[in-house]
């Protein structure tokens, strides 16, 4: 199917910015739609951003205005600018790729393994 990895988290104070990168691989597979997950400890995983081939994005409304979600179609790699980071932002961020693989075209979703985001004073 497709293998995808994170990276860019880390330690940021409150009111700062990361940039988290998506890297796909994987030739015999067709991504459609790639996004960008959350999970904080004791909460479900949420939905924060997607972006679909042709541009189109959607967004969890906590992060309207603050969080730019962006691809790079060439090099299968999604991006995630976060910017006015609050501490309610802490969480695993976890890459998401849905698309088709070989001859038949089979429907597949992957997740990547998830990079830390800690916001904290």
């Known amino acids: 199917q497709v293998q995808l990895v994170e990276s860019g988290g880390g330690l940021v104070q409150p009111g700062g910015s990361l940039r988290l990168s998506c890297a796909a691989s994987?030739?015999?597979?067709?991504?459609?739609?790639m996004g960008w997950h959350r999970q904080a400890p004791g909460k479900q995983r949420e939905l924060v951003a997607t972006i679909t081939g042709d541009g189109s994005t959607n967004y969890t409304d906590s992060v309207k205005g603050r969080f730019a979600i962006s691809r790079n179609i060439a090099q299968n790699t999604v991006y995630l600018q976060m910017n006015s980071l609050k501490s309610e932002d802490t969480a695993v961020y976890y890459c998401?790729?849905?698309?088709?693989?070989?001859?038949?075209?089979?429907?597949?979703?992957?997740w990547g393994q998830g990079t830390q985001v800690t916001v904290s004073s």
């Open positions: 994987g030739s015999s597979s067709r991504i459609k739609t």
């Open positions: 998401y790729a849905r698309g088709t693989t070989g001859r038949n075209y089979a429907e597949f979703g992957s």
